[in-house]
Nanobody, 129 residues
Framework: EVQLVESGGGLVQAGGSLRLSCVAS????????IGWVRQVPGKEREAVAC????????LYQDTVKGRFTISLDNTKKTVVLQMNTLKVEDTAIYYC??????????????????????WGKGTLVTVSA
């Protein structure tokens, strides 16, 4: 069973930074895609960034490109989302998630998240004006 545990959320002023971490356990094999999905209550989820354990080329949603950086330590099965220049509209619950490459592509490009298999419980990020 895959388990994903997020940490690092909190309250920050606009323009500030936060660093989210997610530790994954139960992953079989070394080839997987892991990333972050966020959701504002009452709105649809949005995949914001993902990275492959093998190719290591990150993908970013346009809304966060240039401000967020995703990185992966494959030996520790830990993915980090460094969020800089935060905006009020970044306020959301951030979920760590894993899935195959096709599912993540559909999520990042088409907003289709049904193929993402495993989810953490989420961590709340609040950005104040």
């Amino acid at each position: 069973e895959v388990q994903l545990v997020e940490s690092g959320g909190g309250l920050v002023q606009a323009g500030g930074s936060l660093r989210l971490s997610c530790v994954a356990s139960g992953l079989t094999g070394d080839d997987y895609v892991i990333g972050w999905v966020r959701q504002v209550p009452g709105k649809e989820r949005e995949a914001v960034a993902c990275i492959s354990s093998s190719i290591r080329r990150p993908l970013y949603q346009d809304t966060v490109k240039g401000r967020f950086t995703i990185s992966l330590d494959n030996t520790k099965k830990t993915v980090v989302l460094q969020m800089n220049t935060l905006k009020v509209e970044d306020t959301a619950i951030y979920y760590c998630a894993t899935g195959d490459a096709n599912s993540w592509y559909a999520a990042m490009v088409g907003g289709e998240l049904h193929g993402i298999e495993n989810w953490g419980k989420g961590t709340l990020v609040t950005v104040s004006a």
